[in-house]
């Protein structure tokens, strides 16, 4: 089986673990905040968060600890549905409006920016950085572009039981720097 047909039975098999985890931990995003090691990441000035679509984990404690230590936050905005995201500056209570993958979005008004930290969503992670996503590709485009304009540290966050043993990873697949959980902070090796 090729690693594209396993990670879409992957893909089907965690969005429903994940939506179980999300059930049964409504508080996690906080736990998770909590648990940031802060000392590595608040030196980062632009982090691209997102807005959370469905079961995903809220970013939104972790943005709120960063910006409270000083960093601007962004989010993601699809201009088209196959292309990659950028990244415009973004404050709780700016305006957001649907983009072209219908997802609340900063509007064309916010500048756009170069995050050095991405926060990014997944179904599932793999202690080596193996980052499974929703299959789109967006991610791994952003970051691949975001790679090569300089350094980024990609931060996965996640439920602690969306970890498996290895991520089937194709040439295309972006590893994640760290993964952050509700049970802690983990270093990519």
């Known amino acids: 089986m090729t690693p594209a047909l396993d990670k879409t039975a992957l893909r089907l ?11 049964a931990a409504p508080d ?13 990441l608040a030196a980062f000035a632009i982090v691209g968060a997102y807005h959370p679509q469905g079961s995903e984990m809220d970013p939104g404690p972790l943005a709120e600890r960063l910006a409270e230590a000083g960093a601007a936050l962004a989010l993601p905005v699809a201009a088209r549905r196959e292309a990659a995201l950028e990244f415009r500056l973004w404050s709780p209570g ?15 008004a916010a500048p756009a920016v170069r995050p050095q930290l991405v926060i990014a969503p997944l179904l599932a992670f793999d202690r080596r950085g193996g980052r499974l996503g929703q299959g789109g590709g ?3 485009r952003t970051l691949q ?10 931060l996965g966050l996640a439920f602690a039981g969306q970890e498996l043993a290895a991520i089937p990873a194709e040439p295309h697949d972006q590893r994640l720097d760290a993964i952050l959980t509700e049970a802690g902070y983990i270093a990519a090796c």
């Open 28 to 40: 996690a995003p906080r736990r998770a905040a909590a648990l940031a090691p802060l000392e590595r």
């Open 94 to 108: 700016d305006p957001l409006a649907p983009d072209a993958a219908g997802v609340l979005s900063p509007t064309e």
């Open 145 to 154: 572009n975001l790679r090569a304009a300089g350094p980024v540290f990609v």
């Open 138 to 140: 967006h991610y791994d």
């Open 13 to 23: 098999r965690m969005r429903g673990l994940r939506r179980r985890l999300a059930e």
